[in-house]
């Protein structure tokens, strides 16, 4: 069974700076696709950028040049640097691993971005 614990979510104003970090135990995680999912209070989930196993990588249009996405299969641990956050990034962001047939997520972590 696969575990994804996500951390680095918090408070930031506008333009600042967060490192959103996905630790997952339980299985290889360098098989998996990774991504990066955010779900916004009254909205459906929506997803924010995802890195395949071999390194391709994709951006949902809103945050492309802001944010990066990046993966360290040697510590099982996947990133979402976000920078030039906007109050409309506010919103749980939640960590994803997917083998096309599995799907795992994890609890979420909060990002807020306010003034």
């Known amino acids: 069974q696969v575990q994804l614990v996500e951390s680095g979510g918090g408070l930031v104003q506008p333009g600042g700076s967060l490192r959103l970090s996905c630790e997952a135990s339980g299985s290889r995680f360098s098989i998996y696709t990774m991504g990066w999912y955010r779900q916004a209070p009254g909205k459906q989930r929506d997803m924010v950028a995802r890195a395949t196993s071999y390194g391709s990588t994709n951006y949902a249009p809103s945050v492309k040049g802001r944010f990066t996405i990046s993966r360290d299969n040697a510590k099982n641990t996947g990133y979402l640097q976000m920078n030039s956050l906007k109050p409309e990034d506010t919103a749980v962001y939640y960590c994803?691993?997917?083998?096309?047939?599995?799907?795992?997520w994890g609890q979420g972590t909060q990002v807020t971005v306010s003034s």
């Open positions: 994803n691993l997917d083998s096309g047939i599995y799907s795992y």
